[in-house]
């Protein structure tokens, strides 16, 4: 729905118990379902085509229109 509208996620965050806190940013918007699927198959978001890795300063301190802090288990 997001895209109909003229969204895109250009960021997202994970928190791992071995690497902690990290986060990926592609200012063009991440395909999600890509992303996904890049997760599940690698346990990790890095490495994601086109994306880079932020710190987490730069991760809360994007210029986005809408923040969504969620949590997703065993996914």
């Excluded at 994970?14 to 395909?31: C, N, P, T, V």
């Excluded at 730069?58 to 997703?72: G, H, Q």
């Amino acid at each position: 729905m997001y895209r109909k509208l003229g969204g895109k996620i250009v960021s997202v965050s994970e928190w791992d118990r071995e690497k902690g806190f990290y986060a990926i940013h592609d200012e063009k918007g991440l395909k999600v379902e890509e992303l996904i699927k890049h997760f599940k198959e690698n346990g990790t978001l890095l490495g994601f085509g086109g994306s880079s890795e932020i710190k987490e300063e730069e991760f809360w301190s994007l210029n986005v229109d809408v923040l969504v802090p969620a949590a997703l288990e065993n996914l």
